[in-house]
């Protein structure tokens, strides 16, 4: 259970990582068009790998706390 646990934070933390590596290198590309796509697609990833992974986080943490009470 807790391997899930950890694995969700780490992807949390892989998304985070993901997410500021876009928004860095954005500025570097000419087309706003495409700039703001990807702006809002990393953006929408972002907080979808987040809810995931909080979501997950809730279960081992329920787990834990019925297993461990």
């Known amino acids: ?3 899930a646990g950890v694995a969700a934070l780490t992807a949390a933390s892989a998304a985070e990582g993901a997410y500021y590596n876009v928004l860095i290198n954005l500025p570097n590309i ?3 068009s495409f700039r ?3 702006r809002k697609e990393a953006a929408a ?3 979808r790998a987040l ?3 909080e979501g997950v986080k809730k279960i081992v943490e329920k787990g834990l706390r019925t297993k461990y009470k």
């Open 1 to 3: 259970m807790t391997d």
């Open 30 to 32: 000419t087309d706003a």
């Open 36 to 38: 703001d796509r990807a």
């Open 45 to 47: 990833l972002r907080r």
């Open 51 to 53: 809810r995931g992974a």
